[in-house]
């Protein structure tokens, strides 16, 4: 079985919720939606208090190319546009809807009936790119990079295959695995979509094996399409991220920054976003809801939840049985690469993939010890980094070492302080490390 | 608000490795090979392996205590009792217990604490000690007793497989190697040497139990082994004073400074190239000193040797960064 | 004999040849330096704290030289470590004049302690206040307040900082301050100003550094400005005070220290450093007026 080539960990599963059918989430009292839901430009909010608005009505403009529109998924009366506390632990630009009834936009067709791509030949390559940027998508595994960016590669690259990501190596999450699960049609419509709006005819699924069940569903259903490939993976963290899921499945590996991944003529899709490429594009439906696993050992019910963007996660937890007692930590998304919440009070974005509730215990980190140079975060570097070596020269301010020793191609998976035997906070000071050094790298390019 | 929650950056889960974890784990690959040094030597590899676990521990409780005046005391982490069991691996049966504590002191005193302790020191500790202990007292460090005599200090001593092989190499006579143990007997241990020199078979057993709960890969131990055994097949093929290379790699500490000493954390290279690299300059060095040097035993002196290189080898042997490969047939 | 006179060649052929190669060697590698870097840099503090600017004493002194020749002065040249003495004599070197520079001292601009800022959440990881910065606000509900993990501190080679245990906020060793800038630098959150120390040190400064606005500045930290603007009402006839995005300043250059805007504040956000204690007649007059008119 296929899988990346240079380190790798294998973190506990902890699926805690895998095998959950969707649920769907009940509405929300009031929908904070963030104008910052994506990379890039933040939207520019369109509406003012006391605005009516519907589902699917736009709440904020894309600000330039790479920036997405942000769409309400509630109906009811604006009342606030001001900052407000989001994911990412600041206050920024949000727009506040206070929800009454749930009606929606008229264009949207909100039956559950399958259109396939056969069916509206007039949609070009075009008009999907164009579709995809109105309806505000943006990848739906977390890193929220605009979609429709994506799919338009800078000139003289070459886009050869569509990879769809149905990875998801983050323990805990199910969220991608559900989907599949429920919408295996329409998730191969959406990536037919995606094969078009790029011009290419080859397509791979990587799912790792621990999904037997959707690997097998996906390839029955992917059989009527055989220019799209479904390749089960071996279990291996960070299998999922670009780049490792290029180089597993296309054996090319993308080379360092500032290189990208097109660079290989691969474009990679979060499976989720390929499901909402679908609804965008043949249901008219822009993004404004996803699939979100809430999960914990501590919670009564984990759960695959359909929930509506901008409700708050107190109110997930709420569905799935109640935040417990001895909650130490919340986090948006997965354990490994997740961001731990300031306060429950947050809205979910276009981002989050999952919402993991984490008890005292082990909330907290493990007592650091000195470096016995143990050697084991080189070993599963999965980018052929030093960990150890780049943590010391950040936590040394030496800016030169860390740039030289590559410090800006960690992907920030995780896995070197995951394994360190002596609970070193390896990436926070890779993290400092590589913000300066960035930094450093983009004044110099602006001197120039 | 009583209960706060806690705000850290990702990775929020730890795979549950610990320092501790990974050096009792080398303790507990060590301990075959101890009751089977046990067996053969008796009472006295018992003494001399407490002896110099608990001179180790004693050495760094006190010097943490009292010389660093350090709150935290690290004698439970393990790495002090592996030091003392990797010492007396490295000594005869029979040595003079305040020889044993004095090796102890410089091993965890100069070897490990003078540098800032565990994590920091340049020289294995327990090698450190066993280099100082085999120039200081080179008389009583070479007097091996028979194996299977169970008593202490006053055991025959007997030639050692190594100091046989030298004799060859000196008298230029090949028959003197027919007094060598077959090597199949060498590999369960029957012969006389230090209490880590006996049974090759169960350190291998050892190592494959490290190499199972990934506490070491097989770079280092595989290239020194293969290493030696390559140069001395073709010493042996070149000229049959040379031993052959099996009996080579089943006696003194090869095994044991192949698996357990050269494989030290703190001490050896961090990248698989580097351990590559450092792993087969030990196994040309073992072979060097042993065939061509003043003392019958190389393999401690040219892992001592290494170690004192490994930071050039990190400097210049940087794991294959991801993306290097295309990179260069791109620019084909 | 011969044995001796033997080695005494052979050491001395070898002195000569060893000789020869470094006399080449000197030759060939010799680096030429404008002596008066030499000399400008014998003067300096050689803290190396890139204070000025330039890295090093080294690089600094040579900056002076260089500006000396081309320039005819060493205008704008500040070794804030040295000060105006340092500059003197660096001055006499290349025969200059030296400019006049006003002392500064670093001001933590923030007064969120423990009390006036409860803690919403735990911190858990590097002791770094970049690090703590990404993950968000921080550890209380305040963006732009103090985040406590001393980067300052590393960032001080004179000792000058250090972190209060009480407070959990830097607290400032005028005496021992160079105004070098290193920890102004190193504060994610751009708390720390270099400010003019103001005669007989005596200053007035905001002591905060919230730029949201009023009701949440307010809900977070008691001593929080809330950008009211009343200090800059008081302030109409020396316009000291401006008020941009929510935070009021004080221009230190234009500060009268009347202490009127301290009296005004609602929140105490502006204190006043060195100065004599009120006098008591003052206290009972004014402290009844200043709840009364935020009520």
């Given at each position: 079985m296929k899988t990346f080539k240079i380190g790798g960990v294998h973190p506990e599963?902890?699926?805690?919720?895998?095998?959950?059918p969707i649920r769907e989430a009940g509405l929300p009292k009031q929908a904070v939606f963030s104008m910052?839901?994506?990379?890039g430009a933040p939207a520019n909010p369109v509406v003012k208090k006391g605005d009516v608005v519907k589902v699917?009505?736009?709440?904020g403009e894309a600000n330039g190319f790479v920036s997405a529109p942000v769409y309400s998924s509630v109906s009811g009366k604006v009342s606030k546009v001001d900052v407000a506390l989001d994911a990412s632990g600041l206050r920024r630009m949000a727009v506040t809807v206070d929800v009454e009834g749930d009606e929606w936009d008229?264009?949207?067709?909100?039956?559950?009936e399958l259109v396939r791509l056969e069916e509206r030949p007039e949609l070009d390559a075009k008009a999907i790119v164009e579709k995809i940027k109105a309806a505000g998508i943006?990848?739906?595994?977390?890193?929220?990079?605009?979609t429709h960016v994506k799919l338009?590669?800078?000139?003289?690259k070459v886009a050869e295959c569509v990879i769809v990501n149905?990875?998801?190596?983050?323990?805990?999450?199910?969220a991608d695995h559900s989907l599949m699960l429920a919408h295996p049609e329409e998730i191969l419509v959406g990536l037919r979509l995606v094969m078009k709006a790029v011009g290419v005819n080859k397509a791979y699924i990587g799912i790792e094996c621990n999904k037997p069940d959707a690997i097998s569903l996906m390839t029955e259903k992917a059989?009527?399409?055989?220019e799209i490939e479904v390749v089960p993976l071996q279990m291996k963290?960070?299998?999922?991220g670009e780049k490792q899921l290029i180089d597993a499945i296309i054996g090319r590996q993308v080379p360092a920054p500032?290189?990208?991944?097109?660079?290989?003529?691969a474009i990679v899709q979060n499976v989720g976003t390929c499901y909402a490429i679908y609804e965008a594009v043949?249901?008219?439906?822009?993004?404004?809801e996803r699939v979100i696993t809430v999960t914990g050992?501590?919670?009564?019910q984990p759960s695959n939840l359909l929930a509506r963007l901008g409700t708050p996660f107190s109110q997930l937890i709420d569905e799935c049985g109640?935040?417990?007692?001895?909650?130490?930590k919340i986090i948006g998304?997965?354990?490994?690469m997740g961001k731990a919440l300031l306060s429950l009070d947050v809205p979910m974005t276009k981002g989050s993939s999952g919402l993991l509730i984490m008890n005292r215990s082990e909330a907290k980190r493990a007592e650091m010890e000195p470096c016995?140079?143990?050697?084991k975060c080189v070993g599963v570097c999965a980018m052929g980094l030093e960990p150890y070596l780049l943590a010391k020269v950040s936590g040394q301010r030496d800016w030169d070492a860390a740039e030289q020793n590559d410090i800006?191609?960690?992907?920030?998976?995780?896995s070197c302080q995951f394994t360190c035997p002596s609970h070193r906070p390896l990436l926070d000071y890779i993290r400092l490390g590589k913000s300066t050094v960035m930094g450093i790298i983009r004044s110099r390019a602006t001197k120039k | 608000m009583a209960n706060k929650f806690i705000v850290s950056l990702s990775?929020?889960?730890?795979?549950?490795?610990s320092v501790r974890q990974n050096m009792y784990g080398v303790c507990i690959a060590l301990l075959p090979a101890m009751l089977a040094s046990f067996y053969f030597f008796g009472l006295g590899a018992v003494t001399v392996m407490l002896t110099s676990v608990l001179a180790c521990v004693f050495f760094e409780w006190a010097i943490t205590k009292?010389?660093?005046?350090?709150?935290?005391?690290?004698?439970?982490?393990g790495s002090a009792v592996l030091t003392g069991m990797l010492l007396a691996f490295n000594l005869?049966?029979?040595?003079?217990l305040w020889i044993i504590v004095l090796g102890a002191l410089f091993a965890i005193?100069?070897?490990?604490m003078t540098f800032g302790g565990l994590g920091q020191n340049v020289f294995n500790p327990a090698l450190a000690g066993r280099v100082f202990l085999l120039i200081s007292f080179p008389v009583q460090m070479t007097t091996w007793p028979v194996s299977?005599?169970?008593?202490?200090?006053?055991a025959q001593t007997a030639a050692t497989p190594l100091s046989l092989m030298q004799k060859a190499i000196i008298e230029k006579?090949?028959?003197?190697?027919?007094?060598?143990?077959a090597s199949m007997d060498m590999l369960i241990g029957q012969t006389g040497g230090s209490?880590?020199?006996?049974?090759a078979l169960l350190l291998l057993l050892g190592a494959a139990f490290m190499l199972w709960k990934k506490?070491?890969?097989?770079?280092i131990p595989v290239s020194i082994i293969g290493t030696v055994l390559v140069f001395a097949g073709l010493l042996h093929l070149c000229n049959?004073?040379?031993?052959d290379p099996l009996q080579v790699i089943f006696s003194g500490g090869l095994m044991l400074g192949a698996c357990y000493m050269a494989t030290d954390y703190v001490t050896s290279p961090m990248s698989y190239k580097g351990q590559l690299v450092y792993g087969i300059s030990i196994g040309l060095l073992t072979v060097i000193i042993r065939n061509?040097?003043?003392?019958?035993?190389g393999m401690s002196f040219a892992i001592i040797i290494m170690n004192a290189f490994t930071p050039l080898i990190n400097t210049y042997c940087?794991?294959?960064?991801?993306g290097e490969v295309v990179r260069k047939e791109g620019t084909k | 004999m011969n044995l001796i006179l033997l080695a005494i060649i052979a050491l001395g052929a070898i002195g000569l040849i060893a000789a020869l190669l470094l006399y080449f060697a000197s030759r060939k590698f010799a680096v030429h330096e404008d002596e008066r870097i030499g000399e400008v840099s014998a003067v300096?503090?050689?803290?190396?704290?890139g204070g000025c600017g330039f890295p090093g004493c080294s690089g600094f002194a040579g900056a002076c030289v260089k500006s000396a020749d081309e320039k005819g002065s060493i205008e704008g040249l500040l070794c804030p470590v040295g000060g105006q003495a340092v500059m003197e004599q660096v001055a006499g070197i290349l025969g200059m004049t030296a400019e006049a520079s006003a002392p500064k001292v670093a001001v933590v601009?923030?007064?969120?302690t423990c009390e006036n800022r409860p803690r919403l959440v735990d911190f858990d990881g590097a002791q770094s206040c970049k690090v703590q910065q990404m993950t968000g606000?921080?550890?209380?509900?305040?963006?732009?307040?103090?985040?406590?993990?001393?980067d300052c501190v590393t960032a001080c080679?004179?000792?000058a900082i250090r972190i209060?245990?009480?407070?959990l906020l830097p607290e400032v060793d005028e005496e021992k301050c160079?105004?070098?800038g290193a920890c102004a630098k190193a504060c994610p959150r751009q708390i720390i100003e270099i400010r003019l120390?103001?005669?007989?040190n005596r200053r007035m400064v905001v002591l905060c550094n919230n730029k949201d606005k009023g009701a949440i500045a307010n809900k977070c930290c008691?001593?929080?400005?809330?950008?009211?603007?009343k200090c800059v009402k008081v302030c109409e006839k020396f316009e000291a005070i401006t008020l941009t995005n929510n935070l009021a300043y004080i221009d230190a250059e234009k500060?009268?220290?009347?202490r009127k805007c301290e009296e005004a504040c609602p929140k105490s956000a502006i204190h006043a450093f060195n100065?004599?204690?009120?006098?008591p007649k003052a206290e009972i007059s004014e402290v009844p007026v200043a709840p009364s008119k935020t009520e």
């Open positions: 599963e902890n699926k805690l919720s895998a095998g959950c910052f839901q994506h990379i699917g009505t736009l709440l008229e264009n949207i067709d909100r039956s559950a943006v990848g739906m595994g977390g890193a929220t990079f605009p338009c590669p800078p000139p003289g149905a990875v998801e190596c983050e323990p805990y999450l199910t059989k009527q399409y055989p963290y960070p299998q999922g500032p290189a990208l991944p097109i660079d290989t003529g043949m249901k008219n439906k822009p993004l404004i050992k501590s919670l009564s109640g935040l417990p007692e001895d909650t130490g998304g997965g354990p490994m016995i140079r143990c050697a800006t191609s960690c992907i920030e998976c995780g | 990775p929020h889960v730890h795979s549950g490795d009292f010389v660093l005046k350090r709150q935290r005391l690290t004698i439970l982490d005869p049966s029979n040595l003079p005193g100069v070897g490990k299977g005599e169970m008593s202490y200090l006053d006579d090949a028959s003197v190697l027919n007094d060598l143990p209490l880590g020199e006996v049974s506490i070491i890969t097989w770079h049959p004073i040379y031993a061509w040097g003043a003392y019958p035993e940087k794991p294959k960064r991801f | 300096l503090p050689q803290a190396n704290c601009r923030c007064n969120g606000m921080g550890e209380t509900g305040c963006a732009y307040g103090c985040l406590g993990c001393g080679q004179f000792g209060n245990p009480e407070t160079t105004a070098c120390k103001g005669s007989k008691t001593v929080s400005c809330i950008g009211c603007g500060c009268k220290l009347c100065m004599p204690p009120r006098k």
